[in-house]
């Protein structure tokens, strides 16, 4: 690890109870409480100072809860739109923007704001020196975790459904300290999460922590650090497609540290989060009035993640119900969960390419379709300032005239092994 700058100071506190604790090592829950609930990051500076563009996303570091930085990372980049708002007739509309786009000072070597989670959640993992980190992820996660923990020699173990290892890709060769499992074809984002589940058991072993851990969501809530600052006051609505929905509630608790910080506005922007139909659990819930998830068959979830062509986006266990989740997050601060079709997410980044001049993934598409057509449907104040969450885009542009390495699994398990098996193989991995 190479040390640039330290963080100011912080504690954690309980959503639940509201209960202040220090961060002793690598907490992911509060101590001693029985009710599920997330934490959260209680920031010694309530005032956000900006650092300067060379520190990348530790330009943020006093909303961020990390013990060193790492050298390579790139922060959010937010303009104001001139051609998909000049379609759109929306008068500012700003989209931050997290991926390769040199022209915008965009330089994220894997494409996706999943940079933001890497960055924080590693230069966090200081406090746990020698320990192999586990992450789970549906594919641009774990490219990101790839990335930062080859680049710093942290020893790491992805955990990947083998049928997006095509998202595994890399622009050189990666370190021995990085090892990828995965569960068979046919698995998805679940299973992945099942076999880090069982590997973060192991002695040596830390879980990367998901949405409980607080780097992951104030790395991303980074997005909303980059918005704010360089409008000069909160959005009004805030557009970005969900599959965790963890982004969105990093989004949420950066607005409510705005409203203390007092220079930014009194208001909270309303939460406009979408889902790549027809797999669609926090949709469902949400318009059923439900905090609890509805019933989801196996099966029809596994067809269902077939079919969407956001595949970061199929996470059938999200953090929607617990406390300070993103059912919290949406009562909160207003809002709502859209469907979007394939092919309207595929027009909606062919158009902003067209009018934007880049290309974007498909779940950054996801979102662009539900802000085009809430305007179509005459749901958007045109004088409203809206952040549209650009999630990851470049990727065309990074690849093209390079030479790529794909990482290989050096595992692959069933789907549902036995938790011995799985323990017996990842023992047998060396670091």
């Not at 409203?384 to 650009?390: E, V, W």
């Amino acid at each position: 690890m190479t040390e640039q700058r330290k963080s100011s100071g912080y504690v954690l506190q309980s959503f639940h109870t509201k209960a202040i604790f220090n961060d002793s090592g690598w907490l992911l829950e509060a101590p001693g409480e029985s009710v599920p609930a997330l934490i959260r990051a209680v920031y010694e500076k309530q005032r956000l100072d900006v650092g300067d563009d060379s520190c990348g996303i530790y330009r943020f570091q006093d909303w961020l809860p990390i013990h060193t930085a790492l050298m390579g990372s790139s922060a959010p980049v937010t303009y104001k739109s001139a051609g998909l708002a000049g379609m759109l007739r929306l008068e500012n509309l700003y989209i931050t923007f997290s991926g390769f786009w040199p022209e915008k000072g965009a330089f994220m070597k894997t494409c996706s704001f999943k940079e933001t989670e890497a960055y924080t959640v590693c230069a966090r993992l200081d406090q746990n020196p020698g320990k192999v980190l586990v992450v789970a992820s549906a594919g641009n996660t774990a490219r990101a975790f790839a990335r930062v923990c080859s680049d710093n020699k942290i020893p790491l173990l992805l955990c990947v459904p083998m049928d997006n290892l095509d998202a595994l890709w890399f622009d050189g060769p990666l370190d021995p300290c990085v090892k990828l499992i995965a569960s068979q074809k046919g698995g998805d984002y679940f299973d992945a999460i099942h076999l880090s589940n069982i590997a973060a058991t192991i002695n040596g072993f830390v879980a990367e922590g998901g949405a409980k851990n607080v780097a992951r969501r104030d790395g991303m809530g980074t997005t909303v650090l980059s918005a704010t600052t360089t409008i000069g006051m909160i959005p009004h609505l805030y557009f970005q497609a969900v599959g965790s929905g963890t982004g969105a509630i990093a989004a949420w608790e950066a607005n409510l540290r705005f409203l203390q910080d007092g220079r930014y506005g009194d208001h909270k922007m309303k939460l406009m989060l979408s889902q790549n139909a027809p797999f669609l659990p926090m949709y469902e819930a949400w318009k059923a009035g439900s905090r609890a998830l509805l019933p989801y068959n196996d099966g029809l979830a596994r067809k269902h993640v077939e079919i969407i062509d956001a595949k970061v986006l199929s996470n059938r266990k999200p953090p929607y119900s617990i406390a300070g989740g993103l059912f919290d997050a949406l009562v909160d601060a207003g809002g709502d969960i859209l469907p979007v079709t394939n092919e309207e997410a595929r027009l909606a980044a062919g158009q902003f390419l067209e009018l934007e001049g880049i290309d974007i993934h498909p779940a950054a598409a996801v979102a662009t379709a539900s802000l085009m057509r809430e305007v179509s449907e005459g749901k958007i104040n045109r004088e409203a300032i809206i952040m549209l969450n650009i999630t990851g885009g470049g990727e065309i542009r990074f690849k093209e005239g390079r030479n790529l390495y794909y990482l290989k699994p050096d595992l692959v398990f069933p789907i549902n092994p036995s938790e011995e098996s799985v323990r017996m193989e990842i023992g047998k991995l060396t670091w």
